[in-house]
């Protein structure tokens, strides 16, 4: 088995052992998947890393990826998953259903089902609305027609008009 090559840090070995023995504070899970990332060619396939980590200073990604587009859009996502989430699914129902909590424990909705994975969904969505930089390789990952199409729903919003209504009335009310 090869040794990892020794880390370069700003702090002595002294201080990093003693770190190592306390527990990690409640915000440990989203410093691990916090920004900044960058996925690079790693063979035929993408490593996600961060700037500082590498294959060469015995890093492992935490993902890697077939396809570049595959990559990049878990990067866009990675640190959603860490943060706090903006929406929370009670596991009781209620006569309305399962109530659907905001950060703040406003009820924004309710849903017919427990489902968790759709509360995740929108915490993730709700996420990457936050971030300009993600939401413009969505849209550029989604291609060429597709950018087009967001192009004119974008220029009907522009006019004034309701959501609803901006995609040609395809939406059943």
Same mark, same amino acid.
């Given at each position: 088995?090869?040794?990892?090559?020794e880390l370069?840090?700003?702090?002595?070995?002294?201080?990093?052992?003693?770190? !190592? *023995?306390?527990?990690? $504070?409640? @915000?440990?899970?989203?410093? !691990?998947?916090?920004?900044?990332?960058?996925?690079?060619?790693? #063979? *035929?396939? &993408? %490593?996600?890393f961060r700037?500082?980590?590498?294959?060469? *200073? =015995?890093?492992?990604?935490?993902?890697?990826?077939?396809?570049?587009?595959?990559?990049?859009? &878990?990067?866009?996502?990675?640190?959603?998953?860490?943060?706090?989430?903006?929406?929370?699914?009670? @596991?009781?129902? @209620?006569? !309305?259903?399962?109530?659907?909590?905001?950060?703040?424990?406003?009820?924004?909705?309710?849903?017919?089902?427990?489902?968790?994975?759709?509360?995740?969904?929108?915490?993730?969505?709700?996420?990457?609305?936050?971030?300009?930089?993600?939401?413009?390789?969505?849209?550029?990952?989604?291609? $060429?027609?597709?950018?087009?199409?967001?192009?004119?729903?974008? =220029?009907?919003?522009?006019? =004034?008009? !309701?959501?609803?209504? %901006?995609? #040609? =009335?395809?939406?059943?009310?």
């Amino acid at each position: 088995m090869a040794l990892q090559p020794e880390l370069l840090s700003a702090f002595s070995q002294e201080y990093l052992d003693a770190v !190592d *023995k306390r527990d990690e $504070p409640p @915000t440990a899970h989203e410093a !691990d998947t916090s920004e900044p990332w960058e996925l690079r060619e790693a #063979g *035929k396939r &993408f %490593a996600l890393f961060r700037p500082w980590e590498s294959y060469e *200073k =015995g890093d492992q990604p935490p993902g890697l990826f077939r396809f570049r587009e595959i990559g990049l859009l &878990f990067r866009l996502i990675w640190p959603a998953v860490g943060r706090d989430r903006l929406f929370n699914l009670k @596991t009781t129902p @209620t006569a !309305d259903g399962y109530a659907v909590e905001s950060s703040d424990d406003a009820i924004v909705a309710y849903l017919r089902d427990f489902n968790p994975d759709v509360t995740f969904a929108a915490h993730v969505a709700g996420y990457l609305l936050r971030s300009p930089y993600a939401l413009a390789i969505l849209l550029w990952l989604a291609g $060429p027609t597709a950018q087009k199409q967001v192009g004119r729903i974008l =220029g009907t919003l522009a006019t =004034g008009a !309701d959501p609803e209504e %901006a995609d #040609g =009335g395809s939406v059943a009310h």
